[in-house]
C-alpha cells in the first residue's frame, strides 16, 4: 500500500503520461491520414499534423478536399483537448507542490532505504511526539509511521523521517525496513493496532523488540501475550510516578534528570558485553576494576536469561550477553565504552539544551 502523498503523486503522474500519450497518438493518427489518405510524403504529412496541432494558423501545404477538410477539424478539436488536458494537469501539479513532493517521496524513500539498525515509531499523536524528542536527543535514527495527514505534515516540518501508512499492514513494515530495525515502538491510539502492531512485528523479525502502548489492564496483560518486550500504560505509569514523586520526592527529582537528560551532570547508559570483542568477559568486577578505570558507577548487571543483578559486588562475574547498566558523566561514559571495546551499545547521550 502506497501513502497518500505517493499516490497523490503517482496519480499525477500517471494523467501527465495518460495526456502526452493521447497527444502522441492524436499525432500519429494524422501523419497517416495525411500520409496514406491523402498521399502525401511523410515529411509533408508530419509537418501538416504539427501545424494542425499547435493551431500556429498556417494555410494548407496541399490543397485538401471536403473529406481532408473535415478530418483536419476533427485533428485539431483532438489536439486542442489532448494539449488542454496536459495544461490543466501539469499547471494543477505546480500549484499543489506535487512535483516539490515527488522529490521529497524519493529522498526519504532512499533514506529509509539506508536506514539499519533504526527505530520505527507508529503513531504521531502527542505520544508518538514526546518519543520523537527523545530519539533525536539521543542521537539515534528512527522513521515515523502515520496515516493522518496532518500527523505527517506536522512530522515533516520537523524534519522527521515519515512515512505515511497503515502501520497495521506487513507491506508498511517492510517499506520502512522492519528487517533492520532494532526496535518498534507500537504508539498508536487504539490498543487492537497497537497489538496488530507488535504481531506483524514479531512475525516479520522475531529479533526485534518491540514497545507498545497500552490504555487498559487488560490491554496490557495482552499486549504482553502478543510478545511485547515492554508495555507502558500512560495511565498506570502516570499514577505510580505521581505517588513516587510525593512519597519521595528527592529520588524522583534525581532520577528524572538522568533519565530525561535535564541533569547536565549526570547519565545512564546500557552496554551489551561481547564476548568476541569484550576483554573483560569472564573477569570479576573487582578484576575489571571498571570504575577505577573510567570513573562510571556499574548500576546493575542484567544477564542473558532475564535475571537482573542489582550493586554487583567485586565478586560479580561478567559473562557473555550481559548488559551493564552504568552512571557517570558524559566524558567518564565515553571512557567505559572504549575500555569495555567496540561493542554494541545504544549512542552516549549528549548535554541537552534547557
Known sequence: M???????????????????IALAGVF???????????DWSWEDAAYMTVITLSTVGYGEIRPLGPRG???????????????????????????????????RIRQQRRLMESLTQHYIICGFS??????????????????????????????????YIVYQADATLD????????????CIVAALPSDAENLYVVL????????????????????LQKLQRAGADAV???????????????????????????????????????????PATCPFVGQTLGEANLR?????????????????IGGPTPETAFVPGDVLIAMGTAEQLRALNKVLGPINSKRLRRPRKS
Open 69 to 103: 477538410r473535415l478530418f483536419t477539424i476533427a485533428l485539431i478539436l483532438m489536439g486542442v483537448i489532448s494539449i488542454g488536458y496536459i495544461v490543466n494537469r501539469f499547471t494543477e501539479a505546480i500549484i499543489e507542490g506535487y512535483f516539490q513532493q515527488g522529490i
Open 28 to 38: 500519429f493518427i494524422g501523419t497517416l491520414w495525411y500520409k496514406f489518405v491523402e
Open 126 to 159: 502527542r505520544t508518538g511526539r514526546q518519543i520523537a524528542i527523545e530519539f533525536r536527543a539521543e542521537n539515534v535514527p528512527f522513521v515515523i509511521i502515520d496515516s493522518d495527514l496532518e500527523s505527517v505534515q506536522i512530522a515533516q516540518q520537523k524534519d
Open 232 to 274: 507502558v500504560s500512560p495511565y498506570i505509569t502516570g499514577g505510580k510516578r505521581m505517588a513516587a514523586a510525593a512519597l519521595r520526592p528527592q529520588v524522583m527529582d534525581f532520577v528524572d534528570g538522568i533519565i530525561s537528560g535535564t541533569d547536565r551532570e549526570l547519565y545512564m547508559e546500557e552496554f551489551l558485553l561481547d
Open 171 to 182: 507491506e508498511t513494515l517492510w517499506k520502512v525496513g522492519i528487517d533492520r530495525a532494532v
Open 200 to 219: 506483524s512485528a514479531k512475525t516479520l523479525n522475531p529479533k526485534i523488540r518491540a514497545i507498545a502502548r497500552a490504555s487498559t489492564e487488560e490491554a
Open 2 to 20: 502506497y501513502s497518500t502523498l505517493e499516490q497523490k503523486y503517482q496519480r499525477i503522474q500517471k494523467e501527465l503520461k495518460a495526456g502526452v
Open 292 to 308: 577505577a578505570k573510567t570513573g562510571a558507577l556499574l548500576l546493575a548487571i542484567r544477564r542473558a536469561s532475564g535475571e537482573l
